[in-house]
């Protein structure tokens, strides 16, 4: 009978939809992001079967390098390309989820150097961690407006688990916030242009915007939308809550909080590229201001990762500046800045935790006193990541504030300025420091046992920091590389 025909003929063409659809996503683009869920997943299973911490530990540190491997095997292999439309994965992308890959992998490192009372007791906070780099992950491949805002979500909700019940609301509220003026946003842009494609969005407002004709909506929309990414991105003043989420937060989340978030930030602005053309010289305002807020909070504080907290505002608002100067120079200064920002601050971050003896005590600036008696190879190793953030050649952050302010010095000169001044509160922040670890006598609290992991951490940091300023013309040129295969 037609009527049984066509009734039959219903669930069939469904099911090839479905198989259509999921053999679409089963194709070499996608192969990081299943990489890092199919490894959370394993974790959990594991989990249930009490697996031993260090097999958990060992899984997802495996996980992680695959995905970044892959990223980067699938891209110069010419396999990327487009997922159904609104993810792909090219050379910039790429070079996105290797860097949250790595920042992953120093969470857990510095995880397994802590003393057993503070380390992870289930396999949750691994999947967490790899749930967080998976929530980047699909911002860094996204180019619609709907995977990024989940990922945002992804990332947002793992990283609120891991840093701990003291902070979590702070942070859900205030990434709550964030996603909602996105979100808003994004669909005030859809109003205005009638896509959700993030490419899309570059004739309308190139036409309207900078001539100041007219498209009210997208000029609403798009200052919502850079309110809340300079919120995900601790961009000045939208940084306020950072400094008590990283003193209340579980410390081997702090590389991830201080890394992966404005980097996630940052991904989300970079598949626009030009539309924001408009709002540039806003942006790099408020990226130099914060450079300077940052490192004055640093200086200020009392707290070891309160100081850690401005220095991520501070390093943030230097890449926020890279990143609006980008369009002219290329995409290799703030990928260069990133990476050479991120070894520096996972070294400090391990230093945060080789201090930390107790679960309920806040780390203190004062506790790094004698550190460089009792601990050589960790006290030189901070040394030089302080270095590297004060820009002292030809340590890598030397190389990476050149090479993005020699990009904006043209058209930002008074941002390229108060980048200056903050880089010269940043001596006296490392200068305060160095004298607390070299100069002052040890006290008398207990110290937390430095393991191998926080040690092998801080020394590999800092020698990628000497490495990467020794060979920065050929890392540069292999990021051009890769951030040109498209």
């Given at each position: 009978?037609?009527?049984?025909?066509?009734?039959?003929?219903?669930?069939?063409?469904?099911?090839?939809?479905?198989?259509?659809?999921?053999?679409?996503?089963?194709?070499?683009?996608?192969?990081?992001?299943?990489?890092?869920?199919?490894?959370?997943?394993?974790?959990?299973?594991?989990?249930?079967?009490?697996?031993?911490?260090?097999?958990?530990?060992?899984?997802?540190?495996?996980?992680?390098?695959?995905?970044?491997?892959?990223?980067?095997?699938?891209?110069?292999?010419?396999?990327?390309?487009?997922?159904?439309?609104?993810?792909?994965?090219?050379?910039?992308?790429?070079?996105?989820?290797?860097?949250?890959?790595?920042?992953?992998?120093?969470?857990?490192?510095?995880?397994?150097?802590?003393?057993?009372?503070?380390?992870?007791?289930?396999?949750?906070?691994?999947?967490?961690?790899?749930?967080?780099?998976?929530?980047?992950?699909?911002?860094?491949?996204?180019?619609?407006?709907?995977?990024?805002?989940?990922?945002?979500?992804?990332?947002?909700?793992?990283?609120?688990?891991?840093?701990?019940?003291?902070?979590?609301?702070?942070?859900?509220?205030?990434?709550?916030?964030?996603?909602?003026?996105?979100?808003?946003?994004?669909?005030?842009?859809?109003?205005?242009?009638?896509?959700?494609?993030?490419?899309?969005?570059?004739?309308?407002?190139?036409?309207?915007?900078?001539?100041?004709?007219?498209?009210?909506?997208?000029?609403?929309?798009?200052?919502?939308?850079?309110?809340?990414?300079?919120?995900?991105?601790?961009?000045?003043?939208?940084?306020?809550?950072?400094?008590?989420?990283?003193?209340?937060?579980?410390?081997?989340?702090?590389?991830?909080?201080?890394?992966?978030?404005?980097?996630?930030?940052?991904?989300?602005?970079?598949?626009?590229?030009?539309?924001?053309?408009?709002?540039?010289?806003?942006?790099?305002?408020?990226?130099?201001?914060?450079?300077?807020?940052?490192?004055?909070?640093?200086?200020?504080?009392?707290?070891?990762?309160?100081?850690?907290?401005?220095?991520?505002?501070?390093?943030?608002?230097?890449?926020?500046?890279?990143?609006?100067?980008?369009?002219?120079?290329?995409?290799?200064p703030p990928f260069y800045l990133m990476g050479s920002s991120g070894l520096a601050i996972v070294s400090l971050w391990a230093l945060a935790a080789s201090v930390?003896?107790?679960?309920?005590?806040?780390?203190?600036?004062?506790?790094?006193?004698?550190?460089?008696?009792?601990?050589?190879?960790?006290?030189?190793?901070?040394?030089?990541?302080?270095?590297?953030?004060?820009?002292?050649?030809?340590?890598?952050?030397?190389?990476?504030?050149?090479?993005?302010?020699?990009?904006?010095?043209?058209?930002?000169?008074?941002?390229?300025?108060?980048?200056?001044?903050?880089?010269?509160?940043?001596?006296?922040?490392?200068?305060?420091?160095?004298?607390?670890?070299?100069?002052?006598?040890?006290?008398?609290?207990?110290?937390?046992?430095?393991?191998?992991?926080?040690?092998?951490?801080?020394?590999?940091?800092?020698?990628?920091?000497?490495?990467?300023?020794?060979?920065?013309?050929?890392?540069?040129?292999?990021?051009?590389?890769?951030?040109?295969?498209?």
């Amino acid at each position: 009978m037609p009527g049984a025909h066509l009734d039959c003929a219903a669930p069939l063409g469904g099911v090839s939809i479905v198989t259509a659809r999921l053999s679409a996503l089963a194709q070499p683009a996608s192969v990081p992001l299943l990489a890092l869920l199919a490894c959370a997943v394993c974790v959990l299973l594991l989990d249930l079967g009490r697996a031993p911490r260090r097999l958990m530990a060992a899984l997802s540190l495996t996980g992680l390098i695959i995905a970044a491997a892959m990223a980067v095997i699938v891209v110069t292999s010419g396999q990327g390309g487009s997922i159904q439309g609104i993810m792909s994965l090219d050379g910039s992308s790429a070079l996105f989820v290797l860097f949250f890959c790595g920042v992953g992998a120093a969470c857990l490192l510095t995880e397994q150097g802590m003393p057993a009372a503070l380390g992870m007791r289930d396999a949750s906070g691994y999947a967490l961690l790899l749930l967080a780099a998976s929530g980047s992950t699909i911002v860094a491949q996204s180019n619609h407006w709907m995977p990024t805002i989940i990922g945002m979500a992804v990332l947002h909700v793992s990283l609120a688990a891991l840093i701990g019940s003291q902070s979590a609301w702070l942070y859900v509220l205030v990434q709550g916030l964030s996603q909602a003026l996105t979100l808003f946003g994004a669909v005030l842009l859809y109003g205005a242009t009638g896509t959700m494609q993030t490419g899309g969005l570059l004739d309308v407002l190139a036409r309207s915007v900078p001539q100041g004709t007219a498209n009210s909506l997208a000029v609403l929309g798009t200052g919502l939308v850079i309110a809340g990414v300079c919120t995900s991105m601790v961009i000045a003043p939208f940084h306020i809550w950072l400094r008590r989420a990283c003193r209340h937060a579980w410390v081997p989340a702090g590389p991830m909080l201080s890394l992966a978030l404005p980097a996630t930030a940052v991904a989300a602005l970079a598949h626009v590229r030009h539309t924001w053309t408009a709002a540039s010289d806003l942006l790099a305002l408020l990226g130099s201001m914060s450079v300077i807020l940052g490192y004055v909070d640093a200086l200020r504080s009392r707290s070891l990762p309160g100081a850690l907290a401005g220095v991520t505002i501070a390093q943030s608002g230097c890449l926020l500046l890279a990143w609006v100067a980008a369009p002219d120079s290329g995409w290799v200064p703030p990928f260069y800045l990133m990476g050479s920002s991120g070894l520096a601050i996972v070294s400090l971050w391990a230093l945060a935790a080789s201090v930390q003896s107790e679960a309920n005590r806040e780390p203190a600036v004062d506790d790094l006193a004698g550190l460089g008696q009792r601990r050589p190879w960790l006290g030189a190793a901070a040394t030089l990541s302080l270095l590297s953030i004060a820009a002292l050649p030809p340590l890598a952050g030397s190389i990476a504030l050149l090479a993005f302010l020699r990009s904006a010095a043209a058209a930002y000169s008074g941002a390229v300025g108060m980048v200056l001044a903050g880089v010269g509160v940043a001596w006296l922040l490392t200068g305060r420091w160095t004298w607390t670890m070299w100069m002052r006598p040890p006290t008398d609290r207990q110290w937390a046992r430095t393991t191998p992991e926080l040690l092998l951490l801080a020394v590999l940091s800092a020698g990628g920091l000497v490495l990467a300023g020794i060979c920065a013309e050929m890392l540069m040129r292999w990021i051009a590389g890769l951030s040109a295969i498209v």
